[in-house]
């Protein structure tokens, strides 16, 4: 008994310190660059993906703002926001971020992301998408 009980405190502290060891991601330190170096050729109020979308990627604040029909971060829900569902290979083909058809390919810039900056983005949304 004293030893299921010892048992359950030690997990539930071990958890915790897992848990309170989950690094904080920063938007302006692991976000931003992602986007400023995968997204923002298109998603940059002028370009192509920002005519089509209304979506610029220059700012919090743009990123926040989202596309012309609504936002695409949802604080707290990244499975809810389409920013991280369009890179996570979650949405139809077609709207798959950023666009791998042959032009893009070409040009060297429609690869997907990483698995890591793919887990980036989605910690950072659901730790409340802060600009800090
Ligand atoms: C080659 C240009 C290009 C690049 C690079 C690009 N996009 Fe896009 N993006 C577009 C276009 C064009 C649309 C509009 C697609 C549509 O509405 O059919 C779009 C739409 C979007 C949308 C709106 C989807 C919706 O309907 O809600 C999101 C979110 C998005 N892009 C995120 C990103 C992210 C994140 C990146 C970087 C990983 C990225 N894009 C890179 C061209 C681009």
């Known amino acids: 008994m004293t030893a299921n009980i010892v048992f359950r405190l030690c997990s539930a502290a071990l958890?915790?310190?897992?848990?309170?060891?989950?690094?904080?991601?920063s938007y302006s330190d692991d976000v931003q660059p992602i986007l400023t170096e995968s997204c923002l050729v298109c998603h940059n109020r002028a370009g192509e993906g920002s005519v089509t979308?209304?979506?610029?990627?220059s700012s919090y604040d743009d990123v926040l703002s989202g596309t012309s029909l609504g936002p695409v971060v949802i604080p707290g829900s990244s499975e809810s926001s389409n920013l991280y569902r369009v890179i996570a290979m979650k949405t139809e083909p077609e709207i798959r971020m950023p666009p791998h058809h042959d032009v893009s390919l070409a040009e060297g810039r429609g690869l997907p992301l990483s698995e890591e900056q793919i887990k980036l983005i989605k910690d950072w949304i659901d730790q409340g998408a802060k600009n800090n």
């Open 15 to 25: 958890c915790f310190g897992l848990f309170g060891c989950e690094r904080q991601v």
């Open 53 to 57: 979308s209304g979506l610029s990627v």
